[in-house]
């Protein structure tokens, strides 16, 4: 690796063309910057030879990280390099102790495609004499987006001499220009981790009967602040309440220098708490028998996907009766116990392609209601079973998928939470995409037909009753949309037909798509296959091409709340095989692409196949398709066609 890097590098310094406007740090008017000059230790760089890559990347003397030049492009002499291990650290020794601390801004580099990448997380870290350090807070991007310079940041406070970074990498390389500490009045609000969010000029995170005494302790400066109703009536004791407004002022306290409204999720009532009344106003206006202001909207929107639906109101309703808490995806991690990349352990696994092509197998059809279907066969003395359901937008999609042993010990790998079938970013015009497909609407039903796949005779159920089946064939047909759903489609929003049809046969689900295009559609990213498992049944995943094992990933047993889990990508499978812990090792999920050609085509952003760390309980496989960058457009006319297939099996 040493000796290709060796060869970009130089390679760097001979086309000018990949220089780059250089990145700056945050925007922190006010604010001193107190290590400049001053001494560290680190990790060991990459390397110490100051003649090496001369005019480029090099060490200088470990001088770099607080001389306050900033990094000019991917590989200049501004950069110190980390390489090979896997956690990097940074002390700073600011050479007295400052009471004023307000922020950590902290510069790193990218360019993937020659092994520089973000790391996978920073966190910061404060110390009084060098040697017990507490956490102070986590290093967020505030650069985004794909350009070579990044702006990390992160708000604390408190009195310190030495100032730790520690890197968790996500790659072979990761560089860093430049660690500023900075001092003096923070104008901004933010919070100590794992409690309370702050997206643009909201704020997220606190659950119901939060006294404001609390949530002031929880912010990491709270010198100037006040907090007011929606009315505009001061606040200095009880609970926050949904449309709370915090203001942040000046040190004199005359002017306002930012303010921020609180979202309380199921506080619809904003009275900072969630009873019946919360969740009848969220049913009622699913059910257009109601309106909601924007911020009754907010707080309705329960699962924060940017709309309110009957997904919504029912975890409202569950949050009041004590069998959900809406909250519990705020909830900071602290169990951190999956050891990642684990590769090595299992390069004697067996790879070979036994799964067998069922076309027949005993099973039970039975229509639970007008918008379930059920499925059932035995494995191995127990019971599988899968369904098919409703979606609130109209279209039937895969639901849960569970065994119970004959014991009766139930086994729920998938819930009917979230979406196994395509989802695309899909837009009329290049730069602009919206979702359609699987769980994000923007898609319409037109018919769904039911076949005994042996037979070919349609089946016709009504709600309770059953059928025997070998072969169960289901042909579904509906419209894709790109467009706002809540508003109504238009024909102008129709881009493309697709026929679904799904063959499940016992334990094993295939799904063959044909698309027709009506109008151009230009794709970002887009998912043609996936698969969410449940982590106790699926904290592994073995990515493999034509029988050779490219990687296992082992994720956390305790992954983030907030979805910020790490993404295990870079290996372009089409065949991926899921299994647990705990004594649950002998359940095993392959799930595979049939039409590589068409189900993960043309792009190299590590992004091809990924196993996404999803949540606390679940994780996520992805069959990728386009790449998000150049944005590949799909012409009108055009007919695609895609198969994908799941497999569950007992591996004793």
């Known amino acids: 690796m040493k000796k290709i890097l060796s060869i970009v590098l130089l390679l760097a310094t001979v086309f000018t063309s990949f220089a780059i406007v250089p990145a700056s740090a945050a925007n922190d008017d006010g604010l001193r910057n107190v290590s400049k000059g001053c001494s560290y230790t680190s990790s060991a760089p990459y390397t110490t030879d100051a003649n090496k890559y001369t005019g480029n990347y090099r060490n200088k003397n470990y001088t770099e990280l607080t001389d306050g030049k900033y990094g000019k492009d991917p590989v200049g002499a501004e950069w110190y390099a980390f390489n090979g ?53 986590t290093l967020t991007d ?44 923070v104008d901004t609000v933010s919070f100590s981790k794992g409690n309370g969010y702050v997206e643009g000029k909201e704020i997220f995170g606190y659950a119901e009967k939060t006294e404001i005494s609390q949530m002031l302790a929880n912010m990491t400066s709270s010198a100037g602040v006040k907090i007011f109703d929606k009315s505009g009536k001061e606040k200095t004791a009880g609970i926050i309440a949904n449309g709370d407004v915090i203001k942040k002022y000046d040190k004199e306290g005359k002017n306002v220098l930012n303010e921020y409204t609180v979202i309380l999720d199921g506080d619809i009532t904003c009275d900072g708490k969630v009873n019946a009344v919360d969740y009848v106003k969220a049913k009622r206006f699913v059910l257009k028998a109601q309106t909601l202001s924007d911020l009754e909207k907010k707080a309705a929107d329960a699962n924060r996907n ?6 919504d109101y029912a975890q409202i309703k569950s949050h009041v009766l004590n069998t959900f808490n809406l909250y519990k995806k705020y909830e900071p991690v602290i169990e951190h116990d999956g050891r990642g990349d684990v590769t090595d352990e299992f390069k004697k696994m067996d790879t070979s392609d036994n799964i067998e092509n069922y076309t027949s197998y005993d099973m039970t059809l039975k229509r639970n209601s007008q918008t379930e279907y059920g499925i059932t066969c035995t494995l191995d003395g127990g019971t599988v079973y899968l369904t098919l359901h409703k979606t609130a937008w109209g279209t039937f999609n895969l639901g849960k998928w569970e065994y119970t042993e004959a014991g009766g010990t139930k086994h729920q790998f998938v819930s009917d939470s979230t979406d196994w079938e395509y989802v695309y970013r899909v837009g009329a015009k290049r730069g602009s995409t919206q979702w359609s497909g699987g769980n994000h609407d923007n898609e319409q039903m037109d018919s769904l037909k039911l076949f005994d796949g042996v037979s070919g005779k349609e089946i016709v159920l009504n709600v309770g009753q059953t ?10 047909t509906t419209r894709l949309y790109w467009g706002d759903a809540a508003n109504g489609y238009s024909e102008d929003e129709h881009y493309a037909n697709a026929v679904r049809t799904y063959t499940i046969v016992g334990p094993q689900i295939k799904l063959a798509v044909d698309y027709e295009y009506l109008k151009d559609a230009y794709y970002g990213l887009s998912y043609t296959c996936m698969f969410p498992i449940n982590k106790k049944y699926g904290l592994y995943c073995a990515f493999m091409s034509d029988e050779e094992l490219l990687f ?36 095993k999920f392959d799930v595979r692409v049939l039409t590589p050609e068409t189900s993960c085509n043309n792009f190299d952003n590590g992004s091809k196949t990924f196993f996404w760390d999803m949540n606390t309980t679940s994780n996520k496989l992805y069959f990728s398709k386009c790449d998000g960058r150049a944005q590949d457009v799909v012409k009108a006319g055009a007919t695609i066609h895609t198969e994908c297939m799941w497999t569950f099996y007992i591996d004793e």
């Open 142 to 185: 505030e650069t985004g987006g794909d350009v070579v310079n990044h702006d990390y940041r992160a708000d604390i406070a408190g009195e310190y001499r030495y100032i730790k970074i520690l890197i968790k990498p996500d790659g072979a390389f990761c560089f860093v220009s430049e660690v500023d500490v900075l001092c003096g009045y």
């Open 306 to 311: 940017g709309k309110v639906d009957a997904v």
């Open 552 to 587: 296992v990933a082992e994720t956390l047993k305790t992954g983030a709340a907030d979805y910020s889990g790490k993404q295990y990508s870079g290996n372009a499978a089409d065949r991926c095989v899921m299994w647990g812990y705990g004594g649950r090792e002998k359940y």
């Open 467 to 476: 059928a025997n089946v070998k072969n169960l064939k289901i042909v579904e």
């Open 85 to 137: 291990k896997s956690e990097y650290f940074i002390t700073i020794d600011l050479g007295k102790t400052y009471s004023d601390l307000a922020r950590v801004n902290v510069q790193c580099g990218k360019k993937d495609s020659w092994g520089i990448v973000l790391p996978a997380e920073m966190t910061v870290w404060g110390s009084a004499d060098g040697k017990n350090f507490t956490q102070l807070g």
